[in-house]
């Protein structure tokens, strides 16, 4: 099955500062989704991305769907930014949309 | 509007025993998922329902079962417990049939196998 690779797999920020996120994938795509995992456990989509550049406040994704990539930024980070990002893409197959891949997610601690 | 409701929230159960996690929308969606976390794995698909009276095998579904007991809900079974199984239960539900619709999540059965 496909394989779904994020990085880092921690960031630790102080509030205001930029990060970017990277998820990979093996295979190619026609649907990503971004969610992020609060502290409390709720997990929120963000995103659905499978090519191009989205752009939500202070969080914007980009996919290269061609380079089996996409890039989550937060700018100006808060503390209620912290939590446990996740991509996930759909397994192979065309009515796949609802099976989804997930990453091992990249925990993000901002520090006020 | 409540979207995703999971009961119980936790649950702790010795091995051997059975348990039923129950999961309720009321966003009228057609397809209904469950996930399990696991630290450091992610979410991992369990099953997955396209459509009342459909179910479908995920990536870990052994040892449980599921019934989409009708539009709304769709409960996951564990018939013999055991300690890996562990873990935190995500039910989710999503349109389906079109380009694309979001997956809308409950906050989760945490469930603990002694």
């Known amino acids: 099955g496909i394989q779904v690779e994020q990085s880092p797999p921690d960031l630790i920020l102080q509030e205001g500062a930029n990060s970017t996120l990277r998820c990979n994938f093996s295979d190619s795509v026609n649907n990503l989704q971004w969610f992020h995992q609060n502290p409390w456990g709720q997990l929120i989509n963000l995103f659905y991305i499978p090519s191009g550049t989205k752009q939500n406040g202070r969080l914007s994704a980009t996919t290269v769907a061609t380079e089996r990539y996409s890039l989550l930024y937060i700018s100006s980070s808060q503390t209620t930014d912290s939590g446990v990002y996740f991509c996930?893409?759909?397994?192979?197959?065309?009515?796949?949309?609802?099976?989804?891949?997930f990453g091992q997610g990249t925990i993000l601690t901002v520090h006020p | 509007n409540a979207g995703v409701t999971q009961t119980p929230k936790f649950q702790v159960l010795k091995t051997g025993q059975s348990m039923t996690l129950q999961c309720a929308q009321d966003m009228n969606h057609n397809s209904m998922y469950w996930y399990r976390q696991d630290p450091g794995m992610g979410l991992r698909l369990i099953y997955y329902s396209a459509s009342e009276g459909t179910t479908d095998k995920g990536e870990v579904p052994n040892g449980y079962n599921v019934s989409r007991l009708n539009k709304r809900e769709f409960s996951l079974r564990l018939e013999s417990a055991a300690p890996s199984q562990t873990s935190v239960y995500f039910c989710?539900?999503?349109?389906?049939?079109?380009?694309?619709?979001?997956?809308?999540f409950g906050d989760g059965t945490r469930l603990s196998i002694l």
């Open positions: 996930a893409v759909p397994k192979a197959g065309g009515t796949s949309y609802g099976k989804l891949t």
């Open positions: 989710a539900s999503s349109e389906i049939g079109r380009a694309y619709q979001p997956q809308h």
